[in-house]
């Protein structure tokens, strides 16, 4: 089976923002049961600082995510979305490294993120280390990861 290549976007109109929230919905509303009001939040709203990614496959969107400013030189990695379809095949991995690229050419030193604790090991791998305890985020059990840019 021939590997599919990805192209991985900032979100830069309103189709690609639809198309990033389109998966982020598949995945964490559909398939994880997380709530609307939850899933969607401020950080969407355009004006909010929040840079959205959206990979596509054929022009089909398969996985999304957000990084939005934190802290001063500090990052948020969030809802990283890949569809099921397309797990296994690295997609996850690029789109970490596409978030990565763009966070150090905006001047970050660090990011964080909350993992879901079955997607610690993915994080782990790609250099990102627990920090804290397990905490609930949405009937979801998730742990706080961070990862020095520099």
Same mark, same amino acid.
Request: a negative charge; glycine letters at 8%.
């Given at each position: 089976m021939?590997?599919?290549?990805?192209?991985?976007?900032?979100?830069?109109?309103?189709?690609q923002?639809?198309?990033? *929230?389109?998966?982020?919905?598949?995945?964490?509303?559909?398939?994880?049961?997380?709530?609307?009001?939850?899933?969607?939040?401020?950080?969407?709203?355009p004006?909010?600082?929040?840079?959205?990614?959206?990979?596509?496959?054929?022009?089909?969107?398969?996985?999304?995510?957000?990084l939005?400013?934190?802290?001063?030189?500090?990052?948020?990695v969030?809802?990283?979305?890949?569809?099921?379809?397309?797990?296994?095949?690295?997609?996850?991995?690029?789109?970490?490294?596409?978030?990565?690229q763009?966070?150090?050419?905006?001047?970050?030193?660090? *990011?964080?993120?909350?993992?879901?604790?079955?997607?610690q090991?993915?994080?782990e791998?790609?250099?990102?280390?627990?920090?804290?305890?397990?905490?609930d985020?949405?009937?979801?059990?998730?742990?706080?990861?961070?990862?020095?840019?520099?």
């Amino acid at each position: 089976m021939k590997q599919p290549s990805y192209v991985i976007q900032k979100a830069s109109s309103d189709k690609q923002l639809q198309d990033a *929230l389109a998966v982020r919905k598949a995945v964490f509303i559909d398939e994880q049961k997380v709530p609307a009001e939850l899933e969607i939040d401020e950080h969407d709203q355009p004006e909010s600082g929040t840079i959205h990614f959206v990979a596509y496959n054929e022009q089909q969107p398969v996985g999304a995510s957000r990084l939005r400013p934190y802290a001063p030189g500090v990052g948020k990695v969030e809802r990283v979305a890949v569809l099921k379809s397309e797990r296994g095949t690295g997609l996850g991995r690029q789109i970490m490294i596409a978030m990565e690229q763009a966070a150090k050419e905006l001047g970050y030193d660090n *990011l964080k993120l909350n993992a879901q604790t079955h997607a610690q090991r993915f994080y782990e791998k790609l250099g990102y280390e627990p920090h804290g305890d397990v905490f609930d985020e949405a009937g979801i059990e998730h742990i706080a990861m961070v990862k020095a840019l520099r």
